[in-house]
């Protein structure tokens, strides 16, 4: 199994839906993240946790919202989804307390707004 | 505030020959540097991570070097293969403990 599962892999979804995005990780880290990919404009932060209690807004967090449920599980959810939303998402956890490894990302959801 | 460019922002080579992708950082005050490579529409996967007291990592056919006085990072790949095809990021962790990524570098290896 991977070490940080995303769920849906793929999802097609209408302008002004709900939608959340799901992440869960095996490797006992402490810090999660959510990021966004679109074409020519690299990887882009949206929110990040460095623990259960702790929700930080990244560089494009507006129309989205996380949860911590727990040190395993970090969600995003757009409220009211908009085409300009459609993109890859990737989650990403990282723990500074092993000594530093790095981040490690899960495969993706790949998001379309229609 | 930190800022990654790598260059080139994309690549094609024949197979066989050495390569050198090129990452660099404006704030040298880095915690570390962490490469990546991407297949299309895949998530990253992690190649060398180096810390920032370190000059160089090595793994298999990569080496990647960090110089953190000129804001500078190359990933130097030997013999390349098409098999290693893909985008490659680079990432500098700086205080804040969040990565600032560069946009990548696509190479493309052609047999």
């Known amino acids: 199994d991977a070490d940080v599962t995303q769920t849906p892999r793929n999802r097609i979804t209408k302008t002004g839906k709900r939608i959340m995005l799901e992440c869960s990780q095996t490797k006992g880290h402490d810090r999660m993240y959510w990021y966004r990919q679109d074409p020519g404009l690299g990887l882009r932060l949206i929110y990040y946790?460095?623990?259960?209690?702790?929700?930080n807004k990244g560089e494009i967090s507006d129309g989205y919202s996380v949860s911590r449920q727990a040190q395993a599980k970090f969600s995003l959810s757009l409220e009211s989804a908009i085409p300009n939303q459609t993109a890859l998402y990737f989650c990403?956890?990282?723990?500074?307390?092993?000594?530093?490894?790095?981040?490690?990302f899960g495969s993706g959801t790949r998001l379309t707004v229609v | 505030k930190q800022e990654v460019t790598q260059i080139p922002a994309a690549l094609s080579v024949p197979e066989g020959e050495n390569l050198v992708l090129n990452c660099s950082f404006t704030?040298?005050?880095?915690?570390?540097l962490q490469w990546f490579r991407q297949d299309p529409g895949k998530g990253l996967t992690s190649l060398l991570l180096i810390q920032s007291s370190q000059r160089e990592q090595t793994s298999g056919r990569l080496n990647a070097s960090l110089d953190k006085s000129s804001g500078r990072s190359t990933l130097y790949i030997a013999a390349s293969q098409p098999g290693d095809s893909a985008t490659y990021l680079c990432?500098?962790?700086?205080?804040?403990?969040?990565?600032?990524f560069g946009r990548g570098t696509s190479l493309i290896v052609h047999p």
């Open positions: 990403a956890t990282s723990d500074l307390h092993e000594g530093e490894k790095g981040y490690t």
């Open positions: 704030d040298s005050a880095i915690y570390n």
């Open positions: 946790s460095f623990d259960v209690k702790d929700i």
């Open positions: 990432a500098v962790k700086g205080g804040s403990y969040i990565p600032t």
